[in-house]
């Protein structure tokens, strides 16, 4: 591990002619746990001079590295920017460590420079070197952090991840639960939106259909809306409409449990969970790379990505990423056109680190597939309708525009003392002609309201801070002040223009009507303010065994609703809450760390429903709580972690002996969640898990539904996928998916539900040369089996269907 010496945060390091930055030349341990263990007792000679046997596969190349140091016991460091979009040929023979490793960077333009005390530090290639040479031996003195971008081995999770008023952590020093997938990942899955990336993992479920237009989910079971994610850590700028713009992403970062201390009250109060999305960057190496794609119906694609660094030690660096696509989906009647351009620029230097991302999403979805609800009479639910089936009109339609920004900043004022801050828009235009279908009857009867639906959300968001380091005996501090805000303007009209009648089987059409009565424009209805201070401080001891985190976050919750009509002031809600949490990891071995945690989530308290004793009393935020412990396992070569969960929300009952409203009712969830990821074996990779939930309802109005099941919270959630480089055709991957989620209750008393059901998503993919530059073809088929089912059952938005059967290719060539 690369030494940290009180250096200097970001200074500049001369080491054998080679210019390190603390954060552009991050040290990154690439053999973990075990492997590292084994490295550092072997003495450095020995390694290098002891014969192997390794087998690693063409392909990236920075999971071939990662298997590369887990075979050798060799300790690597360096920017993982050097790495990532590379390739290499492979390795497969015995070789010494050194041999193997100029084979395994030949051609790749990084080279490799030798450590004293044993490892290597990667680096560009210098000019006229050769491709395979082992560059002069290189002394580390840099104070240095690892890479934020460090993968684990398999290439499909990173290790570390962002924890907002925490910063990066590596997930085996973080104290709660944190998948992070890859923009590997997203690309070799095909994935078009946030709805298929959470499928990798067990304690994520969507609830909206995955063919239509927008993408909300469950977390733990408990809702989580698009508007509750965020983007660089900011809340506010995701489009709450987006089907696209994955392209421009780094991570996908999912945190599971309640998140108030760490980034602030999420905008619509999501408590189960919290999804950040990392936005690329240049690259020390320059990109160029283009996808073009297909899925089935007949919708075609494009994507393609620049990279460039430029200026004194590549200061500068700018990233764009634009892509379309536009086309029949495999649902009758609908085609999707979704378009997205983004822009991402940064600098630095040895104190400062400034970034800009611009962007612009626009989506036009055709006879979109939407949630179906049930009118209040109890009859079973009827059986999932075919998925090709289109429940509107051909000529429905969604559409929305997104432009956005933000600006980030960082400049170090000592070695561990730096300010930072950050500020960004967003301006949404949506406009939905559609219908709300309401189920009568287990026959799969229903009616059909329609709705002109405009709206908009315009948001301004900011933040800013100090971090620090500093000593107090033999207590090591890591704290953060910060202060946040989100200002939201939005408008929606939703007037009904028109009711049918019709059958989930056999859905018929109407006549089109005139839209001329109606505004295809909306007025502001609501404004909304979050403001946030918080402080946080993670002690470390024993010689950063144990980990204590210690920090509380006051919240202010302002609200104002307006007359669509008059537009004069029809109610306020302004309230706040102070949020303590506590976190901790203890690591009994480098490969094991036992962690817990007590956080909070914060949601807008209700107003008391009209005809109660106390009708209109605006109660305070919402506070629901979470305690967590478990152990998470790092074998190097394969990750596991095994946590106990409860969250309790609180929820608003009439007591039905005094006719009051209060805040007496409480769902509590509590479960068991088994994750594991990573390269078990040469060429095999495994992503997913499998989380266990029990949902219970206490405290009901007159006691009537105490000990029920929550509603939409599935017993059983399974996610397992797997990949597999075939040793006899190089170049060539296999890939498989299987997602299984148990019986859901759809109402309180527990007297209609929703079967359990399994999909089965499987692929391959190939890697090839052409012309001397990395080709890749992918093909995969999700929901194989073609299976019709309810994918989910919500209080909130209704029943969700699942997506047909759907066929997706896609080629990437790399210049």
Same mark, same amino acid.
């Given at each position: ?8 945060? /970001? ?83 015995? &070789? ?109 479920? *969507? ?35 987006? *089907? ?82 536009? /086309? ?59 998925? *090709? ?30 300010? &930072? ?16 279908? &309401? ?32 000593? *107090? ?26 009711? &049918? ?59 104002? $609703? ?34 817990? $945690? ?76 088994? $994750? ?70 759809? $109402? ?68």
């Amino acid at each position: 591990m690369l030494s940290r010496k009180n250096t200097g945060i /970001g200074r500049t390091r001369s080491i054998g002619g080679i210019q390190l930055r603390r954060l552009s030349l991050a040290a990154r341990l690439i053999c973990a746990g075990v492997s590292l263990t084994a490295s550092m007792s072997m003495p450095a000679a020995a390694q290098e001079s002891a014969v192997r046997a390794y087998d690693i596969p063409p392909g990236p190349l920075t999971p071939a590295l990662n298997s590369f140091a887990q075979q050798s016991g060799t300790f690597l460091a360096g920017d993982s920017a050097l790495t990532d979009g590379k390739r290499t040929r492979g390795l497969r023979g015995s &070789y010494t460590t050194r041999e193997a490793l100029g084979l395994l960077l030949e051609g790749s333009g990084v080279a490799a420079a030798q450590r004293p005390a044993g490892g290597y530090v990667l680096r560009a290639q210098p000019a006229g070197s050769t491709t395979n040479d082992i560059l002069p031996t290189v002394e580390v003195n840099a104070a240095t952090e690892p890479s934020t971008a460090s993968v684990y081995a398999g290439g499909q999770v990173a290790r570390r991840s962002s924890l907002g008023l925490l910063g990066q952590r590596d997930f085996m020093e973080t104290p709660f639960n944190v998948t992070s997938i890859t923009a590997a990942t997203i690309q070799n899955q095909q994935a078009r939106t946030i709805g298929d990336v959470v499928k990798n993992d067990s304690s994520v479920r *969507t609830i909206w259909p995955d063919v239509s237009y927008i993408s909300q989910f469950t977390i733990r079971g408990f809702p989580t809306q698009t508007q509750d994610m965020a983007v660089n850590g900011l809340y506010g700028i995701v489009p709450p409409q987006m *089907t696209g713009g994955l392209e421009a992403v780094e991570r996908v970062e999912i945190l599971k449990g309640p998140s108030a201390l760490l980034n602030g009250m999420a905008p619509t109060g999501g408590v189960g969970g919290n999804i950040n999305l990392v936005t690329k960057r240049a690259t020390d190496t320059p990109i160029t790379q283009f996808t073009a794609s297909y899925y089935s119906d007949a919708q075609f694609g494009a994507h393609i990505d620049l990279g460039r660094r430029f200026g004194e030690d590549n200061s500068w660096g700018i990233r764009f990423n634009g892509a379309y696509r536009d /086309g029949r989906t495999g649902v009758n009647d609908q085609s999707q056109r979704a378009s997205s351009a983004t822009v991402g620029i940064d600098y630095r230097n040895d104190r400062l680190r400034v970034s800009a991302d611009l962007g612009y999403h626009e989506m036009r979805t055709d006879a979109p597939t939407r949630i179906v609800y049930t009118d209040n009479a109890n009859f079973q639910i009827p059986a999932a309708p075919d998925n *090709t089936l289109s429940l509107g009109q051909p000529w429905y339609f969604a559409r929305s525009n997104d432009t956005f920004g933000m600006i980030q900043g960082e400049f170090d004022l000592l070695p561990d003392l730096s300010v &930072y801050a950050a500020a960004g828009a967003r301006n949404n235009d949506f406009l939905g002609l559609y219908n709300f279908v &309401y189920l009568q009857n287990a026959n799969g009867a229903f009616r059909a309201n329609q709705y002109f639906q405009p709206t908009f959300s315009n948001t301004k968001t900011a933040t800013a801070g100090l971090k620090g380091k500093f000593d *107090t005996g033999p207590v090591r501090h890591e704290f953060n002040l910060s202060a946040t805000s989100l200002h939201t303007d939005s408008g929606v009209l939703a007037p009904v223009i028109s009711t &049918y009648s019709s059958n989930l089987y056999n859905p018929g059409s109407v006549a089109q009507q005139s839209l001329a009565p109606y505004a295809s424009s909306a007025p502001k209805t609501s404004e909304s303010d979050l403001d946030s201070l918080a402080i946080a401080d993670t002690l470390g001891l024993f010689d950063q065994r144990l980990l204590l985190t210690l920090g509380a976050r006051q919240q202010n919750v302002k609200v104002r $609703n307006f007359s669509a009509v008059t537009g004069a002031q029809t109610s306020l809600y302004d309230r706040s809450k102070v949020t303590p949490a506590v976190g901790l990891v203890f690591k009994l071995a480098p490969s094991l760390s036992l962690y817990g $945690n007590y956080i909070e989530g914060l949601s807008q308290g209700p107003t008391a429903t009209a005809g109660t004793v106390n009708s209109g009393e605006v109660f305070a935020p919402i506070v629901s709580k979470q305690y967590e412990g478990g152990v998470k396992y790092d074998g190097g070569k394969l990750a596991a972690t095994v946590g106990l969960f409860q969250i309790e929300q609180p929820s608003g009952i009439v007591n039905q002996a005094t006719n009051v409203y209060g805040l007496d009712g409480e769902q509590r969830n509590q479960g068991l969640e088994i $994750n594991m990821f990573g390269e078990p074996g040469a060429g095999v990779r495994v992503l997913g898990g499998v989380t266990f939930i029990r949902g219970l309802m206490s405290k009901t109005a007159g006691g009537v539904n105490d000990g029920k099941k929550a509603v939409g919270v599935p017993t059983t959630q399974a996610n397992l996928g797997g990949e597999w480089d075939l040793p006899f055709v190089p170049g060539f991957t296999l890939t498989g998916r299987i997602i299984y989620t148990s019986s859901q209750y759809y $109402n309180v008393a527990n007297t209609q539900s929703i079967p359990s059901w399994t999909r089965l998503d499987a692929g391959a993919r190939y890697t090839a040369t052409i012309s001397g530059k990395p080709v890749v073809i992918r093909a995969s088929i999700e929901n194989l089996l073609d299976k019709n089912y309810w994918a989910a059952a919500s209080s909130s938005f209704g029943l969700a269907r699942g997506a047909p059967r759907t066929l997706i290719i896609s080629t990437t060539f790399d210049f």
